[in-house]
C-alpha cells in the first residue's frame, strides 16, 4: 500500500460476519467511499466458516479492483487467492509469511503501541505497520498509541503507518496529519448506516 497524502481508508471486517446481509453491506460501503484495502478479521478459527467469508468478501472487493488481506492466516490467504495477510504478531513472522506469499503479497505487522516493534517489522519488510488502540479503552491493560508516536513515524519512517483502534472524530482529526491510514471497523459497523458513518469521519478527515 503507497503512502497517499490524505489519509486513506483501510476497513477492517467485524469479527462476526452473516454471510445473508455482510457482503451486500460491504458492497454498499466500497460503492459510497474510497477504500484503499480491506482486512478480513474474523474470530472464528473454524476453518469452513474462514474460508465461506473469504470466498463471498474477495468477490465484493476484487469486482471493485480492491485488496483483501486476512488475520493471521497465511496458509489460508494463499489457498484462498487472498492478497495478503496482517500480522498481529508484531515482527516474529513477516519473513515467514514473506516466504509463503512471495514478494508481491500484502505483509503487514500490528505493532500495538511499540516504536521498536514498529521498526523491526519494517526492518523485517513489512508493506505497512498498524499501531493501536490510538483511543483509551478498558481491553487489554488501558495503554494506547498517542499521537506523538504518529508525529515520530510520519517525521523519520517511510514504511506506511495504520491507526487504528478505538477512533473517534476528535482523534481523526489530530492524527490525519499524521497517519497514511485510517483502520476503520466498529467504528461505523455498529452505527445504523456505516456508509452514512464513514463519510462523517471522512469530513472530520479533510
Known amino acids: 500500500m503507497d503512502s497517499p497524502e490524505q489519509p486513506q481508508i483501510y476497513l477492517i471486517t467485524p469479527p462476526e460476519i452473516d454471510l445473508e446481509q455482510f457482503p451486500d453491506q460491504m458492497a454498499k460501503v466500497l460503492d459510497g467511499a474510497e477504500i484503499a484495502c480491506i482486512r478480513l478479521a474474523l474470530s472464528s478459527r473454524d476453518e469452513d466458516h474462514v474460508a465461506r467469508v473469504s470466498d463471498a468478501l474477495r468477490e465484493v472487493a476484487h469486482a471493485r479492483d480492491i485488496a483483501l488481506v486476512i488475520s493471521d492466516h497465511v496458509l489460508m490467504a494463499q489457498r484462498l487467492g487472498l492478497d495478503g495477510v496482517h500480522l498481529s504478531d508484531a515482527a516474529r513472522s513477516i519473513r515467514a509469511a514473506r516466504k509463503e506469499l512471495g514478494p508481491d503479497a500484502i505483509v503487514g505487522s500490528f505493532c500495538g503501541i511499540s516504536r521498536h516493534d514498529g521498526m523491526t517489522a ?25 499521537a506523538d508516536l504518529f508525529q515520530w513515524w510520519s517525521e523519520m519512517i517511510e514504511v506506511p503507518v495504520v491507526a487504528e483502534g478505538g477512533l473517534s472524530d476528535e482523534l481523526i482529526r489530530q492524527l490525519a496529519p499524521q497517519t497514511d491510514f485510517f483502520g476503520i471497523g466498529d467504528e461505523i459497523w455498529t452505527a445504523p448506516d456505516p456508509l452514512a458513518r464513514l463519510k462523517e469521519l471522512l469530513a472530520v478527515m479533510a
Open 122 to 146: 519494517g526492518e523485517a519488510g513489512a508493506d505497512y505497520v498498524s499501531f493501536g488502540p490510538v483511543g483509551a479503552t478498558a481491553l487489554g491493560d488501558g495503554a494506547f498509541a498517542e
